[in-house]
C-alpha cells in the first residue's frame, strides 16, 4: 500500500534542492534555483543567448553538486563557494532564458558534465586540472578565447600591506618582500607558484589572500606578469569553461547557446537526457505537451486532455486556461532534472507537470485542478490527499472519513474557505 502510494503520489509543495540561505535553509524547484543563481553570478550579459548558455552551465553545476553539503543537511549554499544565489535580481530576461531552457543540462558521456565557469579568462582559458586536479575533464582543457574582448588590469603592491595580508590568511611570508617572481606556471600560462623570497606560495593561495584583504578587484587573476611588484594582468577569476565575457560576445555576434556551451565544452551535448534528447512542444486544447519522442507520445497528449477534462468534471472545479505537462523518457532523465527520486511518478508545480510516467497523469491533473483552487497554507496533506481520494486509487483514507462524514462538496469546499476549525 506505501509503495502504491509513493510510486502515485507528487509532492505538490515540495522542492528539490535545500539551499543554504544566511542562518536557515530553504527548498527551491530546480528551475527558480537556475534563475536565482544566473542572477547572481552573471556579469552584465547584453546577449539572450549567453544568458541561456549561463542558465544550462548553472543548471549542471547544481547536478553535478547536489548534496555536496549533505554532512551539514542540506545541498548547496548560497556563496560563490557553491553558486552565488540572488532571487530578488532575478529580471524577464533571466527568467525567459532559464524557461527557454528548461531541464537542459550539459552532458558528458551519459552524466552530467562538471560545468565551471568565470567571469573573463582575459584570452586563454585555464585547464581545469590547474585547479582541480583530481577531476579530470577532458572538456576542459585550456583553449585560446578569440571572442574574449581585451581585459586587462594592473596593481600595484605594497610590500608591508602584502606581508599583512598573507599573515591574515596564515599564510608564510618573509618579513620583508622585496621582489615577487612567478617560478611556475600553469597549462594556460597563469602563475601557479610565486617566490616571495622565502617559500614557494601558491599563487591561488596568494591571490585568495589579497582578494580577503583588499577586496577582488585587484589582483582578479592568476594571469599576469609582475616586476617590480607591478601586476599586469588580464581576465578576473579562475578562468575554467564559460568565460562569461567571451560567451555574451559570442551572442551578440549572432551565435546560439548551443553554439556558445560547444565552444566551451568541447565533446560535451546539451540536453534534456544524456542521449542528447531535445525537447518538441506539441499543442493541444489546453495541454502543452513537452516530449523528447513526439512521434511515439502523440498519444499522451490525447490523454492528457482527456484527463484534465476528468478532473473538472469529477471535482466541479474550473480547468486553468494551460497546462503544461514535460514528459521525461525516462525514470533517470526525470531523477537528474528534478531531483525526485525514482519512486515518485510525477512533480507538479501549479499548472506545470513533470512526469515520467504516464498512468500518474490522472492524478497528476487532478492536482492542477486543485492547486488552481487551493486557499493559500491549504496544508499539503489534505491537497494530496483529495488527488488520491479522487482518482480512485483509494490511497486517501483520511480524506475518505472526512467525506462520508461531511460529503463531498462540503470538504472540496474547504479548499476555497480553509479546513474548518474542528473537523
Ligand atoms: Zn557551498
Ligand atoms: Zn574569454
Redo the contacts with the bound molecule.
Keep these: 500500500m506505501l509503495v502504491i502510494f509513493l510510486l502515485l503520489s507528487s509532492v505538490a509543495s515540495a522542492a528539490t534542492l535545500k539551499v ?1 540561505v544566511g542562518a536557515g535553509t530553504v527548498e527551491m524547484d530546480l528551475e527558480s534555483y537556475v534563475a536565482a543563481a544566473v542572477a547572481g553570478e552573471a556579469s552584465v550579459l547584453r546577449s539572450n543567448e549567453a544568458l541561456k548558455a549561463l542558465a544550462v552551465a548553472a543548471r549542471t553545476y547544481a547536478i553535478y ?1 547536489r548534496g ?2 549533505a554532512s551539514e543537511g542540506y545541498d ?4 560563490t ?2 553558486q552565488r544565489l540572488d532571487s530578488g535580481a532575478v529580471t524577464a530576461r533571466i527568467q525567459s532564458a532559464v524557461e527557454a531552457t528548461f531541464g537542459e543540462l550539459l552532458w558528458y558521456q551519459g552524466r552530467p558534465a562538471f560545468a565551471a565557469y568565470s567571469r573573463s579568462c582575459g584570452g586563454v582559458t585555464e585547464d581545469a586540472s590547474a585547479v582541480w586536479p583530481e577531476l579530470g575533464a577532458p572538456y576542459l582543457r585550456s583553449r585560446r578565447d578569440p571572442y574574449c574582448p581585451p581585459d586587462t588590469w594592473q596593481w600595484r603592491a605594497d610590500p608591508v600591506e602584502v606581508v599583512k595580508a598573507l599573515l591574515a590568511s596564515q599564510l608564510h611570508t618573509p618579513p620583508r618582500i622585496r621582489d615577487i617572481v612567478i617560478t611556475a606556471r600553469t597549462a594556460s600560462g597563469r602563475a601557479r607558484v610565486l617566490d616571495l623570497g622565502r617559500q614557494p606560495i601558491s599563487a591561488t593561495a596568494f591571490r585568495f589572500a589579497i582578494g580577503r584583504a583588499f577586496g577582488w578587484n585587484l589582483l582578479r587573476s592568476d594571469r599576469y606578469e609582475v616586476h617590480n611588484l607591478l601586476f599586469q594582468g588580464s581576465g578576473e577569476g579562475h578562468g575554467v569553461g564559460l568565460c562569461q565575457r567571451g560567451a555574451d560576445q559570442m551572442g551578440v555576434d549572432g551565435r546560439g547557446y548551443r553554439e556558445i556551451l560547444a565552444f566551451y565544452y568541447p565533446g560535451t551535448a546539451v540536453g534534456v537526457s544524456g542521449r542528447g534528447l531535445a525537447w518538441q512542444r506539441l499543442a493541444g486544447e489546453t495541454v502543452a505537451l513537452f516530449t523528447t519522442r513526439p512521434e511515439a507520445d502523440r498519444a499522451v497528449l490525447e490523454q492528457a486532455e482527456r484527463e484534465l477534462r476528468a478532473a473538472v468534471q469529477r471535482t466541479n472545479l474550473p480547468a486553468p486556461a494551460r497546462v503544461e505537462v514535460r514528459l521525461y523518457p525516462d525514470v533517470a532523465t526525470f531523477r537528474d532534472a528534478t531531483g525526485e527520486p525514482g519512486t515518485v511518478a510525477a512533480y507538479t508545480v501549479g499548472s506545470r507537470i513533470q512526469i515520467w510516467n504516464r498512468e500518474a497523469l490522472r492524478h497528476e491533473m487532478l492536482h492542477v485542478v486543485i492547486e488552481a483552487q487551493a486557499k493559500p497554507g491549504t496544508p499539503v496533506w489534505f491537497r494530496e490527499g483529495l488527488a488520491g481520494y479522487l482518482d480512485g486509487s483509494g490511497s486517501a483514507p483520511r480524506i475518505a472519513a472526512l467525506v462520508q462524514r461531511y460529503g463531498e462538496t462540503t470538504v472540496l469546499g474547504w479548499l476555497k474557505t480553509g479546513l474548518p476549525r474542528n473537523y
Excluded at 76 to 79: M, S
Design positions: 543554504r553538486y555536496r553539503h548547496l549554499c548560497a556563496t563557494h557553491c
